[in-house]
């Protein structure tokens, strides 16, 4: 039987630098609490620069736009980067699964090797009562 294997270990120690940063921004980013947190930032962003008295507002009007823009901007280099995360976890998950189809097949033969030594027991035990009966 050959040794089991830690996919977890070879996975993260396979990964290279960039595709642990790739990683790491596809668990954080990828959160309802990121999420929550760019919503009320764009609020509050949008309320203070429309409701606030004008000399306190920090990017009156056109501003708002280009922080839209700059927002867009973002989402189009996230979005590769959140793919190339997700990609590298179904990655590891694929190796998981591998590995423990491999494991369910090993438990399998060492199963029917006990299995079979448990008939070849019974046999003899039987054969033995069998004897015992005769005399």
Do not use: C
């Not at 997700?86 to 998950?93: I, K, M, P, T, Y």
Request: hydrophobic share 50%; no cysteine; net charge neutral.
């Amino acid at each position: 039987m050959g040794a089991l294997r830690n996919v977890n270990q070879e996975h993260k120690e396979s990964l290279t630098l960039l595709e642990r940063f790739a990683i790491w921004m596809t668990d954080r980013v990828g959160t309802m609490g990121f999420f929550l947190v760019i919503v009320v930032w764009t609020i509050v962003w949008f309320l203070w620069n429309v409701l606030a008295p004008y000399a306190y507002r920090f990017d009156p009007y056109p501003g708002f736009l280009l922080w839209v823009f700059v927002s867009n901007v973002i989402q189009l280099f996230f979005l590769p980067l959140l793919m190339v995360g997700q990609n590298l976890q179904a990655r590891h998950a694929e190796l998981r699964a591998e590995s423990e189809f491999e494991t369910g097949q090993k438990a399998e033969r060492e199963i029917e090797v006990i299995l079979k030594q448990m008939d070849q027991q019974s046999q003899i035990l039987q054969k033995i009562l069998e004897k015992q009966g005769k005399k």
